[in-house]
């Protein structure tokens, strides 16, 4: 059954942050920031590059993974769905901060300039300057994202309900809002099983957030015709 929908894909609880400002004196954090000219406090917090300085801080073990939503987003608006017009992307972090992008915002491959540009977007609100692309929204749980939408809300998340994607997406019409996680392991932050209509898992092993994110890309676009021109 090949039908039109709109799918919006939400990376939830994303560990995409400044850094803290708890961290902004440790040596590491310093030396990285001064490498790069800027403000301890303005740039992202990557365990990449600040590991000594998560240590002992609290989740510090899931925190700092802004590569998660690099991939994430590359994948989401590079995709053939988004192309369609088919497509809604967002990103919700753990602090609550909410960056919405245009379909048509090309995000760029090279993560340190990714890292760049969402460092532009903390300390702007939007970017680029003039016509938007990207949005920062402050202070949105995820519950107030999902009420925007009508649609059926499914989490991805460890441990849900098991399901086949292209069988479930055959049988089913119209729009839906997925959730995925935008953290390296452990659970959501967000009560997503009270928030959702379903909590599904593709995998009876654990999968990367950029590995779920593409597996719903294909099997969505699988079973949902295109939009008419300038539909949306």
């Not at 090949?2 to 894909?9: A, F, I, M, Q, R």
């Not at 590491?28 to 590059?49: E, F, M, N, Q, Y």
Request: hydrophobic share 40%.
């Amino acid at each position: 059954m090949d039908t039109v929908g709109v799918l919006t894909l939400i990376l939830a609880d994303a560990e995409l942050e400044l850094v803290p400002q708890a961290l902004t004196g440790h040596p590491s954090v310093r030396a990285s920031a001064k490498k790069r000219g800027r403000s301890p406090a303005t740039i992202l917090l990557d365990s990449s590059l600040h590991h000594p300085a998560l240590k002992k801080f609290p989740e510090g073990e899931r925190r700092g993974r802004p590569d998660i939503a690099h991939l994430f987003a590359l994948l989401c608006l590079d995709s053939v769905l988004n192309a369609r017009g088919q497509l809604r992307t967002i990103i919700h972090t753990r602090n609550d901060d909410v960056l919405r992008f245009a379909p048509e915002t090309r995000i760029p491959k090279n993560y340190p300039r990714f890292v760049g540009l969402i460092e532009d977007l903390f300390a702007k609100g939007a970017v680029p300057e003039g016509k938007p692309l990207l949005t920062l929204e402050r202070g949105v749980p995820l519950a107030k994202v999902l009420d925007e939408f009508v649609a059926p809300k499914w989490a991805f998340k460890e441990g849900g309900e098991p399901v086949n994607l292209w069988t479930e997406f055959s049988k089913r019409e119209g729009d839906l809002v997925a959730v995925v996680g935008g953290f390296p392991h452990g659970d959501f932050r967000s009560p997503v099983t009270e928030l959702c209509d379903r909590v599904v898992s593709i995998h009876e092993e654990p999968l990367r957030a950029w590995t779920v994110t593409s597996e719903i890309l294909v099997a969505y676009r699988a079973h949902a015709a295109p939009k008419a021109a300038g539909a949306r």
